[in-house]
Structure formats: C-alpha cells, structure tokens
C-alpha cells in the first residue's frame, strides 16, 4: 500500500498570499496517477487536481500541481478567503487507493 | 449536472446491518465506475470500494473485504453498499463518488450519510 504524507499539517496564512502544500509517496506513483482534493467543513470534497497538474473542470487557475514520482506540490498562487479550507492528495497508481492525511489552510 | 444523493445511513448496534443507496443523475451512470469512500468524525478520507460499470470487477479496502458488498443497479441509476458485521470503527460519513473512466479518482461526490454503530 503506498502511503501519502502530507506537510506541513496546518498552514497559516493572509488573504493574497501564496500556499505551497506537499505530498510526499513511500513509492513512486506510476504515470503521475496523483489528484488534490478540497474540502470545506460540512461539506464533501471537490476534486481540483488530476493527473498531478490537470486541472479540473471550473477550478479556478490560482490552482496549480506539479511533480512526479515521490514528491508532489499543489500551489495556490494567491489565497482568497473561499480557499480557506482542508486539502487532501489521492494516489490511483496502485490499490488501494490511498489519501495524505491532509493539510489544513487557515487564515492568519 | 451530475448528481450523486446518499441516503440509508442511521445509527445501528454492533454486528448489525446496514445498506446504503447513492442515486444518479445528470450522466450515463451504465458507462462509469462508482465507489464508495468514508470519513470518520474529525478524520480523513478512506476509499472503502470500487465497481466496475458492469458489475464486472469489484474491489474493497481490507478494512471492510468480507462484510461489505458494493453493487449497482444500472436500470434504476443506483448504487448500493452492503454493510454486515458493523464495528464501532465503521462509523463514518459515506460518500459515494464516480469514477471518471479513465482512472481511480473521484470526479464528483455526493454530500454523505452519516452512519453511526453503537450500543
């Protein structure tokens, strides 16, 4: 089983800031099978980021992904107060399908 | 607009049964792969189990292989999930998520059910 581990867990910034979260494979993740997901409290996730950096449909471009093999990066270019919220990566290289952790974006 | 609505979720004993339904619409449900992902109260996400859109593989997460059993009914739109030998550690919220055909990941979800063991 590949396991996610996502950094840091909490993540403290302004409005109009820039977000650098991680997500970090205990095995290479074949063909960059890697998705993000967004999750507001009390509400279910959103799917943002497929494929490592494809972005999905109606997500704004602040959203971006990036990496390959081990170590993946979801980047929020500058942070509007909707983007407050818990982020997960996913894996679908290998079953199971794992999830990190997640990270926490909170307002400063 | 693809909608996915959850719904059989409840409070129930340990050992005992439940069964979920995830009803679907605005998309071809016969040409796409369903599952079922769960979280725990303040926790994070689990993938529980994947179907085929033809019934013809099914997978589970070990945590659930052996009580739990997906399926579909694909003239009713409906996706289903069978959960035998409830264990306090089962409660969780339940989503049911498509595949988006290509690949393991979850295009769309549905808001959960909230399914609650204990005595």
């Known amino acids: 089983e590949i396991v996610l581990t996502q950094s840091p867990g909490t993540l403290s910034l302004s409005p109009g800031e820039r977000a650098t979260l991680s997500c970090r494979a205990s095995q290479s993740i074949s063909s960059s099978y890697l998705a993000w997901y967004q999750q507001k409290p009390g509400q279910a996730p959103r799917l943002l980021i497929y494929?490592?950096?494809g972005r999905a449909t109606d997500i704004p471009d602040r959203f971006s992904g990036s990496g390959s093999g081990t170590d993946f990066t979801l980047t929020i270019s500058r942070l509007e107060p909707e983007d407050f919220a818990v982020y997960y990566c996913q894996q679908y290289g290998s079953s199971p399908w794992t999830f990190g952790q997640g990270t926490k974006v909170e307002i400063k | 607009q693809v909608q996915l609505v959850e719904s059989g979720g409840g409070v129930v004993q340990p050992g005992g049964s439940l069964r979920l339904s995830c009803a679907a619409s605005g998309f071809t449900f016969s040409s796409y792969g369903m599952h079922w992902v769960r979280q725990a109260p303040g926790k994070g996400l689990e993938w529980v189990a994947f179907i085929r859109h033809d019934e013809s593989n099914k997978y589970y997460a070990d945590s659930v292989k052996g009580r739990f059993t997906i399926s579909r009914d694909n003239s009713k739109n409906t996706l289903y999930l069978q959960m035998n030998g409830l264990r306090a550690e089962d409660t969780a919220v339940y989503y049911c998520a498509k595949d988006p055909g290509c690949c393991r990941y979850f295009d769309y979800w549905g808001q959960g059910t909230l399914v609650t063991v204990s005595s």
């Open positions: 494929g490592a950096s």
